[in-house]
């Protein structure tokens, strides 16, 4: 069992920088990709992020490349989501995810989900 906590969101006016986190628990972090996914008002969960379970392999959404950059800190069960250049259209419900296997992956078949955390782009 993983349990997955996100930290970090909040309120930031378009053009601004922020950064969100997710904490895992247990012992076997590295075993799992791991990806961001995002949920505005009214729409569907949308792919963000994803990574690797080495860290070595990275895919982003098209909307968010370049903006965007996933990491994660094996040694501290943590991955990360720093945006840039942020949005308003990036407004929405932040989730993590895990999934047991060993590369980056877009689909929403994840094994474990966080609650989430807001992110608000003012305009």
């Known amino acids: 069992q993983v349990q997955l906590v996100e930290s970090g969101g909040g309120l930031v006016q378009a053009g601004g920088s922020l950064s969100v986190s997710c904490a895992a628990s247990?012992?076997?972090?590295?075993?799992?990709?791991m990806g961001w996914f995002r949920q505005a008002p009214g729409k569907e969960r949308e792919f963000v992020a994803s990574?690797?379970?080495?860290?070595?392999?990275?895919k982003y959404a098209d909307a968010v490349n370049g903006r965007f950059t996933i990491s994660r800190d094996n040694a501290k069960n943590t991955v990360y989501l720093q945006m840039r250049t942020l949005k308003p259209e990036d407004t929405a419900v932040y989730y993590c995810?895990?999934?047991?296997?060993?590369?980056?992956?877009?689909?929403?078949?994840?094994?474990?989900w966080g609650q989430g955390t807001q992110v608000t782009v003012s305009s």
């Open positions: 990574i690797s379970r080495s860290g070595s392999g990275t």
């Open positions: 247990g012992r076997t972090f590295s075993s799992y990709a």
């Open positions: 995810a895990a999934r047991r296997a060993p590369y980056y992956y877009i689909g929403v078949e994840y094994d474990y």
